[in-house]
């Protein structure tokens, strides 16, 4: 276990703004920043980072927390997991307290977590393999020196090898404790009647590393070196509980940081397009790994960067390839140019014969906006066919009809007249028909809605006021519990509370039952915390790792939007906090008389079949009496 001073440190020395910049693509605004949602898909910012409180707020999925908690949603991590990972960026060394896991503690190991220990330990041995044996230095080492990799660029991709031994790796991670099933699970070794001792999937390969955005690995690509086998050039790592290829980018935990601050990213096909541009002093380039672009690798980017510019080969798969790319990127709203390389040149072999100042150069001067880069493609088999021209300029407004922005797929269909000598009339008319059979299309493939539960409590607090008030004396108890208020006794004198204090006392009067599970759990941890003279609120509820408490507490702590600075106008604002003393006292008062309307409703309500008809009735009269004097109050509060 990681001990209480490391935690303190690495709480210390985090910085939740750094922490999710590398996720989110965050801007400014006031005293916060804002970006869309890692967690949903949105057009409009709603997710909130503060770094005064060191906190960050998603209003869109509702959820919310620290750092750490921000980790663990979008990695999966769990606790010390994302402890480790914070610990290791900011370079702050992780004291454990060493003792042995307990039987429960290795029960609740899971799969996933298992998948991720033997894909790091897999990632030590090939790595290892071709450092420190002969094999690997005579054959892997070998290879990448003859792709001309540098040392430094081999050990930044964690390249390895796997040795030609059948089931060298299995060996090793039996030796180690790993089960069979792990091992088959993870895709690393394949066990049959015949090979009960297991066979190594990648043996005799050079093997690539596929990371998470944070660095973690979940699979492997390994490329064969024997011309003459009959197997795969290229084979990767099975889908499994933690890779899923359609949603990792190759490339992206080397190159987040590098896109996100030249806010524009280079996508490319394969792993040695993306090795070959870093070690040319290009960063900002991510790789698709050989398979189809698909969406959810397009939000990968677009959490860095609307910007990005394909590199294809030119050759007709790659062309093939950049069409379909093209209209996915223009979905989700994406500003694309296209560039394709001299013929028999790829990424990788052009970054290699050329210096990084002529590759960008190239880069910058030779891509195309996707109407000039389908145009020249097109038009070049169209020469002077009208039907065939024809035929380019309705696909061109297909990849058009993508494009959801108006005022965007104006100005492309402005372009496309002005460029092919139409009017924008007809092209407007096109463009509506290819909508309509883009729409058409959409429709008829199957769709699966995820129908989100809403929590009960949501429904409660539609029709219940009480809980709504509930819900609010909790916010203060979050925000405000420290808070000192001066109060008068019965005696008129003046004495001391805190927010904490007050609410809780007029929470434990007439046997009132918290509405709200959550609610009552917070209230719990606070009356703890009072009877060790100890105001509990805010960021206290974090460490409890409860997902619910810390969305609750970071909506109590994070503003959806800021005020103005209105003073420089000379208008004044009354902030919240600066009214406390009134507020907190009116919203007890209105809860009190909510809780006495619900008693009174619950009474007459049993009326019918109550034997004792007078008593009730004798009961909502000292109600009633009790309302009308709360309402005094209340309206002196006012």
Known sequence: MITKETIDKIFSAIRVEEIIGEYVQLKRTGSNYKGLSPFVDEKTPSFVVSPSKQIWKDFSSGKGGTAITFLMEIEGFSYPEALRYAAKKYGIEVEENLRELTEEERKAQTDKDLLYKIHEVANHFFQEQLYDTEEGQLIGWAYFKERELKSEIIKKFQLGYSPQKFNAFSQYALNKGYGKEILEKSGLSIFSERNPE?????????????????????????????????????????????????????????????????????????????????????????????????TEQIKLIKRLTENVTILFDGDAAGIKASFRSIDMLLSEEMNIRVLLFPE?????????????????NFIRDNSKDFIDFKAEILLKDAENDPIKKAEAVRDIVKSVAHVSNGLKQEVYLKQVASQFGLTERNLFDELQN?????????????????????????????????????????????????????RKDEQNEIYETTVAEEIIQHLSEDDYVIQSVINQKIIDEIKKGLKQNEIRSGNFFFGLLDENI????????????????????????????????????????????EYVMKMMRELKNNLDTANDKVEIYQKIIKLNELKNQIDEKLFRVL
Not at 262 to 269: I, M
Not at 344 to 360: A, L, N, Q, T
């Open 198 to 294: 297991g066979i190594d999937r990648f043996r005799e390969r050079v093997i690539f590393p596929i990371q998470s955005f944070s660095g973690r690995v979940l699979g492997f690509g390994g490329r064969i070196l024997k011309s003459n086998e009959k197997s795969a050039k290229y084979l990767n790592s099975p889908e499994t509980e933690i890779y899923h290829k359609s949603q990792v980018l190759y490339g992206l935990a080397q190159s987040k940081q590098a896109i996100s601050k030249e806010n524009y990213c280079l996508l490319v096909e394969g792993y040695m397009d993306v090795i070959s541009l870093h070690q040319n002093g290009i960063e900002n380039v991510v790789a698709s790994s050989g398979t189809a672009l698909t």
């Open 344 to 360: 028999g040149h790829d990424p990788d072999s052009f970054s290699r014969s050329h210096s990084m100042e002529y590759v960008k």
């Open 434 to 486: 290819q909508k309509q059979l883009l729409s058409g299309q959409n429709q008829s493939k199957p769709k699966i809605k995820m129908v989100q539960s809403i929590p009960q409590e949501i429904w409660d607090k539609r029709i219940n006021p009480l809980l709504v008030l509930e819900e609010k004396l909790v916010e203060y108890l979050l925000k405000y519990g420290n808070r000192v208020l001066e």
């Open 550 to 593: 810390s969305g609750k507490v970071a909506d109590a702590l994070v503003e959806n939007h800021e005020i103005s600075n209105w003073r420089q106008y000379n208008i004044f604002i009354t902030k919240e906090e600066d009214l406390l003393e009134k507020i907190v006292q009116d919203v007890i008062i209105r809860h009190k008389r």
